[in-house]
């Protein structure tokens, strides 16, 4: 069966410090890959998703990046963190026609 | 632009009420809409999808594009359907994967015994 895992479950981290979030997909092949943000009092966002590896599509601008260096991990990046990319952050995979979109555990980021 | 408004952050109810999550949407194309919902410490999951007008949970969902609504009922509420509720509109169109959406902002559901 398919599973995705997403780490870590939280992280504190300062301001101007690098940001790397992994998330991989497990019992499946050529997923399509999402990276989604929840802000405080906010919906979920789409920020990123990718179709294929090394295809990276961008739905806001912002401060951070996404790579998919295998067909199942999909990696979310930040140079250097600003308070407002605090928040909760969640992988989701997708594929098939008429597919459902799984989501991860979450990982809960706060900028201080 | 799409967007998904959920004018409830919180609803309160007492086991065995109905209950209504309401849900509007603004969308330019045919929407295909969604209800996921997150149980404490579970993940974020589908609970049900217009296309496939089943009842889920004792869940329901009608799309009435004349109201651009999707609001989700079920006539008598459990304890167990305290959750956080988020209706969600797909950007893709039918034949793809639903896997990019717009969320609104949540309901947080609290059933009372």
């Known amino acids: 069966s398919q599973t995705i895992h997403q780490w870590p479950a939280t992280l504190v981290q300062p301001v101007g410090s690098p940001l790397s979030l992994e998330c991989t997909v497990e019992?499946?092949?050529?997923?399509?890959l999402y990276w989604y943000r929840q802000a405080a009092g906010r919906g979920l966002q789409l920020l990123f998703y990718s179709v294929g590896i090394g295809q990276i599509s961008s739905e806001v601008p912002q401060n951070l990046s996404a790579s998919r260096p295998q067909d199942r991990q999909f990696i979310l990046s930040s140079k250097k963190l600003l308070l407002s990319d605090s928040g909760f952050y969640l992988c989701a995979w997708s594929v098939g026609q008429g597919s459902e979109a799984f989501f991860g555990q979450g990982t809960r980021l706060t900028v201080v | 632009a799409q967007r998904v408004t959920q004018p409830e952050k919180l609803l309160s109810v007492f086991k065995g009420a109905p209950v209504e999550l309401k849900c509007n949407y603004s969308?330019?194309?045919?929407?295909?809409l969604f209800w996921y919902v997150q149980y404490s410490r579970q993940r974020l999951q589908l609970l049900l999808r217009h296309i496939s007008r089943e009842s889920i949970k004792g869940f329901t969902a009608d799309l009435n594009k004349g109201e651009t609504s999707f609001h989700l009922k079920k006539p008598f509420a459990q304890e167990e359907d305290s959750a956080m509720y988020y209706c969600?509109?797909?950007?893709?169109?039918?034949?793809?994967?639903?896997?990019?959406?717009?969320f609104g902002q949540g309901t947080i559901l609290t059933v009372h015994p």
């Open positions: 019992g499946t092949s050529n997923p399509n």
């Open positions: 969600a509109l797909s950007l893709e169109a039918g034949g793809t994967s639903y896997g990019k959406l717009t």
């Open positions: 969308y330019s194309g045919s929407p295909e």
